[in-house]
Nanobody
Framework: QLVESGGGSVQAGGTLRLSCAASGLTYSVNCMAWFRQAPGKEREGVAAIHVGVGRSYVADSVKGRFTSSQDSAKNTVFLQMNDLKPEDTATYFC??????????????????????WGQGTQVTVS
């Protein structure tokens, strides 16, 4: 299962750090992605990290503000979100599956790529 944490309410310009801890997965995975979904909008992939090679992807919509990192020893990935804007308000999900390294860190994936999903954590920016 995947368990996200770290969401909350912040003012514009603030920071949050989301965590996603993986445990009990039935097969080996290597690409951890972050998605977000605002009410009435499609789910958007914002970042990913290939835990094997340690390279990450960040969507253009959040580039320069969001970064993805990992703590391999704890099977945990992080989404550091800086300079948050009201348009970042959404439920944030982590997801994982086995994905080729280049595909993972080049952003060549979609929601349907991932089998495992967390429950989501709410981020509200006012």
């Amino acid at each position: 299962q995947l368990v996200e944490s770290g969401g909350g309410s912040v003012q514009a310009g603030g920071t949050l750090r989301l965590s996603c801890a993986a445990s009990g997965l039935t097969y080996s995975v290597n690409c951890m992605a972050w998605f977000r979904q605002a009410p009435g909008k499609e789910r958007e992939g914002v970042a990913a990290i290939h835990v094997g090679v340690g390279r990450s992807y960040v969507a253009d919509s959040v580039k320069g503000r969001f970064t993805s990192s990992q703590d391999s020893a704890k099977n945990t990935v992080f989404l550091q979100m800086n300079d948050l804007k009201p348009e970042d308000t959404a439920t944030y999900f982590c997801a994982t599956d086995s994905v080729g390294a280049f595909a993972c860190y080049s952003g060549s994936w979609a929601a349907r790529t991932f089998h495992y999903w967390g429950q989501g954590t709410q981020v509200t920016v006012s």
